[in-house]
């Protein structure tokens, strides 16, 4: 008997280890195919949602300039600083202007002496004028006197000389005052040229706006050209956006938009596409779009970064579904719709999409419930048990 159960043994303990071996698989097998898959599901609704073009660029002022001055000189005060808003002719700066003072005082004895000179000439013209009359009265009498022989012919040339003299005279009596107003001209631009010298010894606002820069202190010597304040005009700030070419199309001014900066990455602003570039880059193909910012936040700056989110399209009561629902299936997109606790594989059309939003045009309607692996490994297919968690 003994020698029959060791010969029985191995046998059964070789089945034991199969049945457990196929009661294994069977359960996995059963676990695999049959049992419910857990899941995340969503119920479809209707809403709104807005297809957008994003670019991203930096914020920058239409109308910006900078305050230099136009003539050398020393800074003797800066009378407004980084952050000050000014008002069009606010006096800015002010350079040292005692030496152009001076040419103006200068300038403008200048001009006090021709002129008193003219009215000398004048007087001296009257004069020239009264003797050259004298001296005519004086000739034709002479010439009368000749016709009566009643004077000699010596008495006769002087008053031809006498009268000759006094033409030449008035002519030097008007040559000199031609050349005084010459000169009277050129003295008075001397003192519109130094008085426009001394003017632009102090640097006025050529528009409202806000001071950005400030390069320059008192003291400081300055020549044409060098920056001493920057401003710019906050009447229209924009967003200068790269945005992709390929979007080039959809893209057109008057268009809304709203802008996040990235110092306030969680609030968006309102703005509208004022302008669109007519020039790609040639390395990125990206093309300029100005998105004018319509409400900026407390604190900015020209310059910082800013994604401007431009709204091309916009659908009201659309069926919307989020993108990680949709799965792609032989060359078919579909989604997986949970009926009476079993994934059925619906083929769907997708229209607008929003980020993780999409509009669905067919294939759903509102109120079935959509569903979705909860583990990622896992894998759903048609007809497959799910039990939403």
Request: no cysteine; aromatic share 4%; net charge negative.
């Amino acid at each position: 008997m003994y020698e029959k159960w060791s010969a029985i043994r191995p046998w059964l303990m070789r089945l034991l280890k199969l049945a457990i071996v196929a009661s294994v698989a069977v359960g996995v097998i059963y676990w695999l195919k049959f049992a419910p898959v857990p899941v995340i599901s969503h119920t479809v609704e209707h809403g709104t949602i807005i297809a957008e073009v994003m670019g991203t660029g930096t914020l920058e002022a239409r109308i910006e300039t900078t305050i230099s001055p136009k003539i050398s000189g020393r800074v003797v005060e800066v009378l407004v600083d980084q952050g000050s808003r000014v008002a069009k002719g606010d006096l800015l700066v002010r350079l040292d202007d005692e030496e152009l003072q001076q040419q103006v005082a200068i300038a403008r004895a200048n001009v006090d002496a021709v002129s008193a000179a003219i009215a000398r000439l004048n007087t001296d013209k009257e004069r020239a004028a009264a003797v050259y009359n004298q001296a005519k009265k004086s000739h034709d009498r002479v010439q009368l006197l000749v016709l009566q022989n009643a004077t000699s012919q010596d008495d006769a040339d002087k008053a031809v000389e006498s009268l000759a003299v006094a033409e030449a005279g008035v002519s030097r009596a008007e040559a000199a005052i031609t050349e005084g107003r010459q000169e009277l001209i050129a003295a008075q631009k001397a003192l519109e040229y130094q008085g426009a010298r001394l003017k632009d010894a102090k640097l006025h606002a050529p528009f409202d706006g806000l001071v950005v820069k400030r390069g320059r202190e008192n003291g400081d010597v300055v020549v044409p050209g060098s920056l001493i304040l920057s401003l710019i005009s906050t009447e229209e700030l924009w967003i200068s956006a790269w945005v992709d070419e390929t979007e080039m199309a959809r893209l057109k001014t008057e268009q809304p938009a709203r802008v996040v900066f990235r110092s306030e990455p969680e609030k968006a602003y309102p703005g509208k596409v004022v302008r669109l570039g007519r020039e790609a880059d040639r390395e990125t193909r990206e093309f300029i779009v100005d998105v004018r910012v319509l409400e900026l936040p407390e604190n900015w700056a020209v310059g910082q970064r800013a994604e401007a989110f431009i709204q091309i399209t916009q659908r009201d009561n659309a069926l919307l579904l989020p993108a990680r629902l949709i799965f792609k299936q032989n060359d078919s997109m579909g989604v997986f719709v949970s009926v009476a606790g079993v994934a059925q594989w619906r083929p769907i059309t997708v229209g607008v999409r929003n980020g993780d939003t999409v509009e669905v045009l067919e294939g759903l309607t509102e109120g079935e419930t959509v569903v979705t692996p909860k583990t990622p490994g896992n894998l759903l297919s048609d007809g497959r048990r799910v039990v939403a968690l």
